[in-house]
């Protein structure tokens, strides 16, 4: 039987990089008058996060993207699109490359290209933008994944491993990348600090085709959940002057309440228990909810180290994460099987398997 496998992970990230005092500087320069500084600090410690990439940092002999004084907005949504297009780019095509070397294929070989993103839209889209940037067949078959939140990798991995065991010759690009600081909020609203606090910048692609599972991961499958009453827990949404988050303080409840039985009860068609998990890739929308996770899967505390490390060096940056984290588990030789589990708007959750 053949298998969807991940050939291969590549990652890339903005030029610009913040240590964590470089983001308190940052973010207190837009914060509005009437907000004391201390509580940006405060999150910032409590955040989990060292350093992160930030696409929208100024840099040296360059106008700032965001500066104080503008009407307690910033830039336009238009603005804040032509950021993410630019960075986008930038990054997608060193993640691309990346995974095109790692998996030791030329890029006339690939046949569909799944891109994914909640930061930024287009068209002609990143996907044909990197089609004809990494000269790939112009015949390539082009999915988006738009707007799904930090959970996308899982939707367009579960593309990518259809479309892999439907057509026996398929070699599928998958690239997530997301530029969130395109969206920074300017407001004193504390869901809105916190999303300022822990979204960064970052792009990850992966080759999927099919191979031999006892040599590479494969996919296994992919499981979703919409979490009953709590779509207004979490939101994303388009306004005048960038896209608007809402984050409501109990999700990690919810998560820690709804997630182990969910991924109990999936596992059951792999005949696998928790307790058969070797690698866990939390996506760490924050500390407390890789900690809620844990605590609803009752699997030990170190499980979420690997997310725990990349929120630390490299902020949530929503889709992008999941494959940082993927990449870990495969750069550590980490045991299989793996388990990923990602959030988003709705409350929704997605879970990948690999064997």
Known sequence: MMHACIHS????????????????EMASSIAPKSLDRAVIARLAE?????????????????????QAGQDGQGPTTAQRMQLWASAARQMSMEACSQAIDRAKISGRTITHVVTASCTGFDAPGLDAWLIENLSLSA?????????????????????????????????VLVC????????????????????????????????????DPSVLPYIAGTHSIMIPNSAGEMAWRIGDNGFEMTLGARVPEILEARVGEWVRRALANYSHTVEDIQGWAIHPGGPRVIEAVIASLSIPHESGDASRRILRDF????????????????????????????????????MLVVG
Request: proline share 4%.
């Open 315 to 350: 902020g949530n940056m929503s889709s992008a994460t999941l494959l940082f984290i993927l990449r870990e588990l495969l750069d550590h030789n980490v045991a299989r099987p793996w388990v990923g589990l990602a959030f988003g708007p709705g409350l929704a959750g997605e």
């Open 176 to 211: 997530c990348a997301e530029v969130s600081s395109a969206h920074l909020h300017y407001g004193v609203r504390l869901d809105q600090l916190i999303a300022n606090t822990l979204f960064s910048d970052g792009s990850a692609a992966v080759i999927v085709a099919r191979g």
């Open 9 to 24: 992970i590549g990652c890339a990230n903005p030029t610009q990089r913040l240590t964590r005092e470089q983001w308190i």
């Open 139 to 171: 015949e390539c078959r082009r999915i988006n994944v738009g707007f799904m939140g930090c959970h996308a990798a899982v939707n367009a991995l579960a593309i990518a491993r259809d479309t892999t065991l439907a057509n026996p010759d398929a070699v």
């Open 46 to 66: 409590r955040s989990g996060i060292d350093g992160r990439w930030c696409a929208s940092a100024q840099q040296v002999g360059e106008p700032a993207f965001f």
